[in-house]
């Protein structure tokens, strides 16, 4: 498919229109909330179905298959937050605390990104392997660990390790990802199948509220581009597209499809806004939470849900 016509798929997505909706309610001042009871709860659904969605392909995957792949996003869990930490010091001349903050959350992973990628590499005719929600989950915790270690490494601290590491290991997204790829995991096909029409076919309406709810919040969260500076604004666009070709590259040399390494590659170009900011705040409390979730929320989420996928894709297809 010309890249045009994934850009325009993408761009004209009932997912992407609601997070544009969103954005567009906040903008207009308008009364529309998502209640948060609501927004915790398809939080909790999504991740779950996912978790179950990946046990499933698991089941049905030999090892093999999965341990280069797994391999691969291991190692740009950790290489990632090391690129991110030197580029925002050497260049941004960000303070160490806040560099190391910021390279948890862009060597972590959106889950809500990865959505959006498999959504758009299905519709482009290159659907990725089914065991990708595994990767999720590999990709989430090395990166948060590294950017602690950097802030840990020199110095004292404000903020516990130990607590750190705790709520990264028990935050709902790793509960709810890795409990629900074990389900599925030993469930199977099989065993799933009577729930697969909750998990599987409300997967994508439940997908376009939380992204209706997502537009709202990245919108409110711009209001903050002043503090961050141009230089964050810059970091928050070019980052992520050093990171996704570097993904899209191993995804390539691992043996996925062109849909597997275009999501790889969106999956490392993503930035944490669940499970890093949690561990962050524990860990780094004097970490400025306008850096951070300004970066990840109001640039590169929005960013890479209407320009990087394509561009990820058409990296893929360009390497395939």
Same mark, same amino acid.
């Given at each position: 498919m010309?890249?045009?016509?994934?850009l325009l798929?993408?761009?004209?997505s !009932?997912?992407?229109l609601a997070?544009v909706? &969103?954005?567009l309610?906040v903008?207009?001042?308008?009364?529309l909330e998502?209640p948060?009871p609501? /927004?915790?709860?398809?939080?909790? /659904?999504?991740l779950?179905?996912?978790?179950?969605?990946?046990g499933?392909?698991?089941?049905k995957?030999?090892?093999v298959?999965?341990?280069g792949?797994?391999?691969?996003?291991f190692?740009? &869990?950790?290489?990632?937050?090391?690129? *991110?930490? =030197?580029v925002l010091?050497r260049?941004g @001349?960000?303070?160490r605390t =806040?560099?190391?903050?910021?390279?948890?959350h862009?060597g972590? +992973?959106?889950a809500?990104?990865?959505?959006a990628?498999?959504s758009?590499a299905? /519709?482009a005719g290159? !659907?990725s392997?089914?065991?990708?929600?595994?990767?999720?989950?590999v990709l989430?915790?090395?990166?948060?660990i590294v950017?602690?270690?950097?802030?840990y490494a020199?110095?004292e @601290?404000?903020?516990s390790?130990k607590?750190a590491?705790?709520?990264?290991?028990?935050g @709902?997204s790793? +509960?709810?990802l890795?409990? %629900?790829?074990?389900?599925?995991w030993?469930? %199977?096909?099989q065993?799933?199948a009577?729930v697969a029409?909750?998990?599987v076919?409300?997967f994508?309406?439940?997908?376009?509220l939380?992204?209706l709810?997502m537009?709202?919040?990245?919108?409110?969260?711009?209001?903050d581009?002043?503090a961050? #500076? !141009?230089?964050?604004?810059a970091?928050?666009?070019?980052?992520?597209?050093?990171? &996704?070709?570097l %993904?899209?590259f191993?995804?390539?040399e691992v043996?996925?499809?062109?849909g597997?390494?275009?999501?790889? &590659?969106?999956m +490392?170009s993503?930035?944490? /806004?669940?499970? *890093?900011?949690?561990?962050i705040r524990v860990g780094?409390p004097?970490?400025?939470p306008?850096?951070?979730?300004t970066?990840?929320l109001g640039?590169t989420? !929005?960013f =890479?849900?209407?320009l990087?996928?394509?561009?990820?894709l058409?990296?893929?297809?360009?390497? #395939?």
């Amino acid at each position: 498919m010309p890249m045009i016509e994934i850009l325009l798929a993408s761009l004209l997505s !009932p997912v992407v229109l609601a997070f544009v909706l &969103g954005a567009l309610a906040v903008a207009i001042k308008s009364d529309l909330e998502i209640p948060e009871p609501l /927004y915790q709860a398809l939080s909790i /659904y999504l991740l779950l179905a996912i978790g179950l969605k990946g046990g499933v392909a698991l089941s049905k995957t030999p090892l093999v298959e999965v341990a280069g792949p797994v391999l691969g996003t291991f190692a740009l &869990g950790v290489l990632t937050p090391l690129i *991110a930490y =030197n580029v925002l010091r050497r260049l941004g @001349r960000i303070d160490r605390t =806040n560099a190391a903050a910021l390279a948890a959350h862009y060597g972590s +992973v959106s889950a809500v990104t990865f959505i959006a990628a498999q959504s758009v590499a299905a /519709y482009a005719g290159t !659907p990725s392997e089914g065991f990708m929600p595994a990767l999720v989950a590999v990709l989430e915790v090395p990166a948060i660990i590294v950017g602690l270690m950097i802030a840990y490494a020199r110095g004292e @601290r404000a903020g516990s390790w130990k607590e750190a590491l705790r709520e990264v290991a028990t935050g @709902r997204s790793i +509960v709810l990802l890795v409990g %629900g790829m074990a389900i599925g995991w030993i469930a %199977g096909e099989q065993g799933t199948a009577k729930v697969a029409p909750f998990f599987v076919s409300g997967f994508q309406g439940a997908l376009v509220l939380f992204l209706l709810d997502m537009g709202m919040t990245a919108a409110r969260r711009l209001r903050d581009l002043r503090a961050v #500076g !141009p230089f964050l604004v810059a970091f928050g666009i070019l980052m992520p597209i050093v990171h &996704g070709a570097l %993904g899209v590259f191993v995804g390539h040399e691992v043996g996925l499809s062109v849909g597997g390494a275009a999501v790889l &590659g969106a999956m +490392v170009s993503s930035a944490s /806004y669940i499970a *890093a900011p949690a561990a962050i705040r524990v860990g780094l409390p004097e970490a400025n939470p306008a850096y951070y979730l300004t970066a990840s929320l109001g640039i590169t989420f !929005p960013f =890479n849900l209407t320009l990087g996928i394509p561009i990820y894709l058409a990296m893929a297809q360009w390497l #395939g």
